[in-house]
């Protein structure tokens, strides 16, 4: 299948508002945090995921293709690439808030929390194995 650069950016244009707000209403809640004195502010690894994921969206899904050195199907990596992160991401700040374990009250302390850290490795073999898949 043939995949039209207009396609590519339609979807990652799409992915990359969902993670500008995302990404929006995380700060807020931290600024939220630092002016009622709660803790100290800080974004936590999951959110770096989401970082990650709209650099991968910016260079790889719309510099490059631009530029030429991308074609539209390669480009189209690049977009699952930033969807395995950004799902992940979610995932992720679950695990930072710890909210898998319903019985274990948050330390809000903890900068990485278990939780988040076995999320965040579990992306980074999501995406190795797409890597993978590519490669062979």
């Given at each position: 299948m043939e995949f039209?650069?207009?396609?590519?950016?339609?979807?990652a244009g799409i992915l990359l508002g969902f993670q500008v707000t995302s990404f929006a209403q995380r700060i807020r809640h931290e600024q939220t945090l630092k002016k009622e004195g709660e803790r100290?502010?800080?974004?936590?690894?999951?959110?770096?995921?989401?970082?990650?994921?709209?650099?991968?969206?910016a260079v790889g899904?719309?510099?490059l293709p631009t530029l030429g050195f991308l074609e539209p199907g390669q480009a189209?990596?690049?977009?699952?690439?930033a969807v395995l992160l950004f799902v992940g991401h979610l995932f992720a700040l679950a695990g930072h808030y710890e909210l898998y374990n319903p019985?274990?009250?948050h330390d809000e302390s903890d900068y990485l929390?278990?939780?988040?850290?076995l999320a965040v490795g579990a992306v980074a073999v999501a995406v190795a194995a797409y890597f993978l898949c590519l490669v062979f």
């Open positions: 039209r650069l207009v396609d590519v950016w339609t979807v100290i502010t800080w974004i936590p690894v999951s959110d770096y995921l989401n970082l990650l994921s709209m650099t991968v969206l899904a719309f510099g189209l990596h690049a977009v699952v690439i019985d274990k009250v929390p278990r939780e988040e850290k």
